[in-house]
């Protein structure tokens, strides 16, 4: 017999769930025919696998050793927690505790991976956290910490990063339900004098890639809303803003200001690519510049270097 108590990234989630990772070889079927044989029991009482676990409860599996080591899958190594050990961990980070790391992600790396080659900004961060001995291969397999918010490739700023399972959803929620506030800060083209705030409705293309902006809704279009303010006047008819990312659909913020005659320097997909190479710029100046959080923590990423050139 196996007892198994919950722990804090364990908890909060359906049991099933759970019984699925521990027993990886086990089919859904047999986990389900042994929790009515009550061969796996949630506090010592039967369990259909529906219920939420919490801290504390206890697991009870009533196997053989050599059971429950074919369906846990024994001793068997984990090639992609080790790969990860391999990787680069030198991120930027702009606040750590025990639960979450906020990374400032630098332009021309990916959030997080399209293909098995990829090395994002959320391999560099589970690999950061086997490094220092927070994560071990045995609560790999539970759970897999990941970033919460995603930023274009060519997109520098902050990142969220849970460590444990309640962050991610306490992040998540907080992101899905907009109750931090997001900046962005970015360099656009033409001069703008007032503060605005623009609504629309954004359609993606798939297989570009890419979104358009109109006035009005359709089948397939979501509504967007941004809002933005002048910051400073630069020269060559360019304004520093700051932007309030009010609704968070992929591509709004470049498109939307495309959209109304203000593209972002350095947008070869949106924006105005004869003045980028014009001025030889060589990525787009969209900067996640600052989070804060309903409690009134806030966090704040400098802008980095190739805004200097034009402030």
């Given at each position: 017999m196996k007892e198994l108590k919950i722990n804090e990234n364990d908890s909060n989630q359906r049991f099933d769930k759970f019984l699925k990772r521990v027993l990886s070889e086990a089919s859904t079927s047999f986990i389900y025919k042994m929790l009515r044989k009550k061969n796996i029991t949630l506090n010592d009482k039967k369990a259909d696998g529906s219920e939420k676990l919490n801290t504390g409860d206890v697991v009870k599996i009533w196997f053989s050793d050599e059971t429950f080591e074919k369906m846990s899958g024994g001793e068997k190594s984990d090639p992609l927690y080790h790969s990860l050990k391999s990787i680069a961990s030198d991120i930027n980070i702009i606040h750590e505790d025990n639960d979450m790391i906020i990374i400032n992600k630098p332009s021309g790396i990916k959030s997080q991976k399209d293909s098995e080659d990829d090395i994002s900004i959320n391999e560099m961060a589970i690999s950061y956290m086997i490094k220092k001995g927070e994560l071990s291969e045995e609560s790999f397999k539970h759970f897999h910490p990941s970033i919460c918010n995603r930023l274009d490739r060519n997109t520098s700023g902050l990142?969220?990063?849970?460590?444990?399972?309640?962050?991610?959803?306490?992040?998540?929620?907080?992101?899905?339900?907009?109750?931090?506030?997001?900046?962005?800060?970015?360099?656009?083209?033409?001069?703008?004098?007032?503060?605005?705030?623009?609504?629309?409705?954004?359609?993606?293309?798939?297989?570009?890639?890419?979104?358009?902006?109109?006035?009005?809704?359709?089948?397939?279009?979501?509504?967007?809303?941004?809002?933005?303010?002048?910051?400073?006047?630069?020269?060559?008819?360019?304004?520093?803003?700051?932007?309030?990312?009010?609704?968070?659909?992929?591509?709004?913020?470049?498109?939307?200001?495309?959209?109304?005659?203000?593209?972002?320097?350095?947008?070869?997909?949106?924006?105005?690519?004869?003045?980028?190479?014009?001025?030889?710029?060589?990525?787009?100046?969209?900067?996640?510049?600052?989070?804060?959080?309903?409690?009134?923590?806030?966090?704040?990423?400098?802008?980095?270097?190739?805004?200097?050139?034009?402030?």
């Open positions: 990142i969220l990063f849970a460590k444990n399972l309640p962050c991610a959803q306490k992040l998540g929620k907080a992101l899905k339900e907009r109750s931090c506030i997001k900046m962005y800060r970015a360099i656009v083209l033409g001069d703008i004098k007032e503060p605005q705030e623009i609504d629309g409705y954004l359609s993606k293309d798939e297989a570009t890639n890419k979104v358009t902006i109109s006035s009005k809704p359709s089948d397939d279009s979501k509504p967007i809303q941004t809002a933005y303010r002048p910051i400073k006047k630069l020269a060559n008819d360019m304004t520093l803003i700051e932007i309030h990312l009010i609704t968070g659909r992929t591509h709004q913020i470049r498109a939307h200001l495309a959209s109304i005659g203000h593209p972002i320097l350095g947008d070869n997909k949106y924006g105005n690519t004869i003045i980028n190479k014009k001025y030889k710029i060589k990525g787009q100046l969209l900067h996640a510049y600052s989070i804060e959080f309903e409690d009134g923590e806030k966090y704040v990423a400098d802008l980095p270097g190739g805004f200097n050139v034009y402030i």
